[in-house]
């Protein structure tokens, strides 16, 4: 077995340990699943750490409205294959239900008011942990993250209150009201990802794959036309073959030029570039420096 292979198994054996530890540990779990890739991933970890039984969790996907299409019927589509159950948090509820202002501008995100949702579908579900499949390697402030990240009876993580997670023991115990977010493949990379993927002809939305898109070139970046962004005069649109590293919302997530068509040329792809995902293609991310960070310490994700 090549090194490639053993490095992917022991991967995949942390992911399941964590996952199994996860349902021993907390009473009422749940996994947030939106239909793009790592939470893809995520469901095929539960299927080998659970199946034949049922997952011991729902899954959950907090909507923003803003979604890609594909993204939403990849995701009920796999929730139909598998069998279990999914529990939608709506954005747009959240707003009219707190009367949040939106972000302004020509590229708005739900970012920040996604929390307002999700906090609300942990408190009305009960639930005590919620399983992710953020990674170490997407941003500077998941990076400070332990797999078992405690949050507050507001949602929100401090990064200076971090527990120590030394020989892989995960400590699940947490103050009446507090809240645990974990992440089962912090340690993976977007390549170890896009491995896993091959190695297990794991299925995706097409748009993750190239494909002919009109955008709007936006700062040297391609933004999709829909029906949240459409061009102006002073607009320069073109039609170009792209794909998608990383699936937010239609709004504020970028294409990336690419002939890649199958999961081998995405790897390649991957292999040559110096960039992370969500710094060529979240434009939300590059408001500041602390942009993810403000948003965690408020209860995001």
């Not at 292999?271 to 942009?291: H, K, M, V």
Request: proline share 4%; hydrophobic share 35%.
């Amino acid at each position: 077995m090549s090194n490639s292979k053993e490095y992917l198994n022991q991967l995949e054996d942390e992911a399941i340990y964590i996952l199994r530890e996860t349902a021993a540990q907390f009473e009422k779990p749940a996994l947030l699943f939106s239909g793009g890739k790592d939470s893809i991933v995520l469901v095929h970890l539960a299927l080998k750490a659970f199946r034949p039984g049922k997952f011991p969790f729902p899954l959950v996907h907090i909507d923003t409205g803003h979604n890609f299409p594909e993204a939403i019927a990849f995701r009920d589509y796999l929730v139909n294959q598998i069998g279990e159950k999914l529990i939608v948090g709506s954005v747009e509820d959240s707003i009219k239900k707190y009367n949040l202002k939106e972000t302004q501008g020509r590229f708005p995100s739900r970012n920040a008011l996604q929390t307002y949702a999700l906090l609300d579908t942990i408190q009305e579900n009960e639930f005590d942990a919620c399983i992710g499949g953020a990674r170490r390697d997407e941003e500077k402030a998941r990076a400070k993250e332990r797999i078992f990240s405690v949050r507050d009876d507001f949602g929100q993580w401090d990064p200076k209150l971090q527990r120590p997670e030394l020989w892989d023991i995960l400590n699940g115990k947490v103050a009446k009201g507090h809240n645990v977010r974990v992440f089962p493949i912090s340690n993976w990379t977007e390549l170890d990802v896009w491995n896993y993927i091959q190695k297990y002809n794991i299925e995706l939305p097409e748009l993750y794959f190239a494909h002919d898109r009109e955008c709007i070139v936006h700062q040297d970046k391609l933004v999709a036309t829909s029906t949240f962004i459409q061009p102006l005069p002073t607009d320069t649109v073109v039609v170009e073959k792209v794909r998608y590293r990383t699936v937010g919302d239609m709004t504020c997530t970028a294409a990336v030029p690419s002939e890649a068509a199958t999961v081998q040329d995405i790897i390649e792809d991957i292999i040559q570039t110096r960039i992370s995902e969500r710094g060529q293609t979240r434009l939300d991310d590059q408001l500041s420096e602390a942009a993810m960070e403000d948003r965690k310490k408020q209860g995001y994700f």
